[in-house]
């Protein structure tokens, strides 16, 4: 059964045993390892920042981004000058509105979100400020990560 959680608690959903796995683009940092048993990584990401197309062509670098405003999700693994959103999806509002410069995003999200043919096609994505890894987290102790990870090996 999949249920929806304040994506801040995780790690105290999994402790108290409200879920029993977390797998929804986890990012696998050394706080979430720390927090819970976790499987191998089973999907390469990023972050990358998302802007208007018609200005991309001016910010290529990390260092171009300089001055601009931006969107981001809480607890992303984004950064700089920003307004933290409760989504991704709300901080591509944000861009397409004008009200933030940039967005920082997950790159499999702006792929899916962003450009002709989507809901967002005056938007693109530029600079890759990360790679991340997403993995599949369980409570501490839990035999389920390794077991989790060797069912995706073979069925990979």
């Known amino acids: 059964e999949f249920l929806e959680i304040n994506w801040d608690n995780k790690a105290l959903e999994l402790e108290n045993k409200g879920v029993d796995a977390v797998w929804n683009g986890m990012t696998l940092t050394d706080d979430v390892k720390a927090l819970m048993a976790t499987s191998d990584p089973y999907c390469l990401n990023g972050q990358v920042v998302v802007l208007s197309a018609d200005v991309a062509d001016q910010y290529q670098t990390a260092e171009s981004l300089s001055g601009l405003s931006f969107a981001v999700e809480n607890g992303s693994a984004g950064g700089l000058d920003y307004v933290a959103m409760d989504t991704q999806a709300k901080a591509l509002m944000e861009v397409a509105s004008g009200t933030s410069d940039a967005a920082i995003i997950d790159l499999l999200m702006a792929v899916a979100m962003v450009g002709e043919g989507t809901s967002y096609p005056d938007l693109t994505y530029t600079v890759q400020l990360s790679s991340d890894e997403y993995g599949v987290g369980f409570r501490k ?13 073979e069925a990979y």
């Open 141 to 153: 102790g839990s035999d389920l990560a390794e077991a989790f990870s060797s069912f995706w090996k």
